[in-house]
Every structure is written in C-alpha cells, then in structure tokens.
C-alpha cells in the first residue's frame, strides 16, 4: 500500500511541475500612443512590449487601418544624419521588455487615411512569430 501511495505523490508532484513550467505569462502591450498627424502624412507608434513568458519572441508586423502602409523602424544616428531604418523583426526576449520610444524603435504609420488628432483613439495589430496577433488601442497625444 506505501508503494502506491508514494507513486501517486510522484504523479501529482509532476503534474504540479509540469503545470507550474507551462504558464510562463504572456506578452502584453502597454503605454501605447501616436503623434498627430494630418490625411495623407505620417505618424509613429510608440509602446512597450512586456514578454513574461519563457521564450524569446520576434515582432514580425504591425497594421492598423489608419494608414495606407505600416511599418517597423528604427531610428538612428549615422556619421551626425539621422537615418529611420525598416525592421524586418524587432527581437522581444524573453522575460524583457522592450521600448518603442521616439528616437528609437517606432512603428511608422504611413500615408493616413485621415487626420490623427490629439485624443484620438485607433487600433493596432501586432503579428508576433510564436503568439500570434495581439490587438490594442493607441491614443494620440502630443510628444
């Protein structure tokens, strides 16, 4: 009787591992917002991704249908000219955050379909490699 009360503690016991080593988190989006734009200019997205998960994650796009085209950028400083680069992927570690902030990674929204005014309200898709797509709204506020 010992035998089988101890081979049911070992599988509850790996049960409760196996369960604990399967909720890693999620990816979240937060403090998203765009600067104005006008109909027919362009605008950026500026976010953070929180990954609380256990594995590395890769943004492969963004859409919204606020513009005729979305963007991945990253903006930098080469020989004292600012340069904004297309990303194919923005690389998310796992258990990091990482900012999109002015100046820096950006989601770059391209030909408006109308006006961003301050207090606007839009949505945002972002297609990730391993999660999927995880939808939010971003408010357009001044810089």
């Known amino acids: 009787m010992k035998k089988q009360h101890l081979f049911i503690l070992f599988i509850m ?3 409760l591992l196996l369960t604990a080593c399967s909720q890693g988190g999620a ?3 937060r403090d998203a917002w765009a600067r104005p734009g006008i109909d027919g200019g362009n605008s ?3 976010f953070t991704i929180e990954n609380n998960t256990g594995s590395d994650e890769k943004l492969l796009s ?3 249908d606020v513009a005729a085209s979305v963007e991945l950028h990253k903006t930098t400083m080469e020989d004292g000219v600012m340069k904004m680069t297309p990303q194919e992927f923005v690389a998310i570690p796992a258990g ?3 900012i ?3 100046g820096d990674l950006h ?3 391209i030909d408006l379909q109308g006006d961003l005014a301050v207090g606007d309200d839009f949505s945002v898709v972002l297609t990730f490699e391993n999660a999927g797509e995880i939808s939010f709204n ?3 506020q001044e810089p």
């Open 27 to 29: 990816l979240s989006v």
């Open 44 to 46: 950026a997205i500026f």
């Open 13 to 15: 016991g790996m049960i």
């Open 62 to 64: 963004a859409s919204s």
């Open 96 to 98: 990091e955050d990482v």
């Open 138 to 140: 971003v408010t357009v």
């Open 100 to 102: 999109f902030q002015p």
């Open 107 to 109: 989601v770059m929204l």
